[in-house]
């Protein structure tokens, strides 16, 4: 159980956005800020936090790259 209960992803999703944000030039202060894009398609979370469209593809190969290290 993946919701608090057994475990508590958060602070790894939420580096992981930043991760994903920092690659394309958008650094994050705080990561917790990134709760809400939590769930949703990489897709649309990375573009309804500004990435821009031509960048979403790097910017979720970053996320990648650092959620599976």
Known sequence: DLDGTLSDPQIGITRCLARGLD??????????SL?????????????AMGVPADRIDEAIAAYRERFVS
């Open 23 to 32: 690659a394309v030039g958008m650094p994050v202060d705080d990561p917790a």
């Open 35 to 47: 709760r809400p894009y939590i769930g949703p398609p990489l897709i649309e979370g990375f573009g």
